[in-house]
């Protein structure tokens, strides 16, 4: 069974930073694909970043130099660290991989206010 456990969300100020965390079980990171998702207010789920087996990484034009995505394959676990945190990166962040099925993490509530 894959369960996906996301951590490391909070309330943080403009320009502040955070490292989210997405700790898998039931599956290994490093064979497959992994991403980040956010959902803001009101709107549907966009990519942010992704890493795939080979350790290539992509991200969404608007985090692009803010956001970096990386995987420590023994602790099978996802990070995102994100910098220079912007209003607008506010939402609830999902990690995501797909392994014959679609999984989903429970989401990590990120909030940049002042």
């Known amino acids: 069974q894959v369960q996906l456990v996301e951590s490391g969300g909070g309330l943080v100020q403009p320009g502040g930073s955070l490292r989210l965390s997405c700790a898998a079980s039931g599956i290994i990171f490093a064979h497959n694909h992994v991403a980040w998702y956010r959902q803001a207010p009101g709107q549907g789920r966009d990519l942010v970043a992704r890493?795939?087996?080979?350790?290539?990484?992509n991200y969404a034009d608007s985090v692009k130099g803010r956001f970096t995505i990386s995987r420590d394959n023994a602790k099978n676990t996802v990070y995102l660290q994100m910098n220079s945190l912007k209003s607008e990166d506010t939402g609830v962040y999902y990690c995501?991989?797909?392994?014959?099925?679609?999984?989903w993490g429970q989401g990590t509530q990120v909030t940049v206010s002042s």
């Open positions: 890493i795939t087996a080979a350790g290539t990484t």
């Open positions: 995501y991989v797909r392994f014959l099925n679609d999984y």
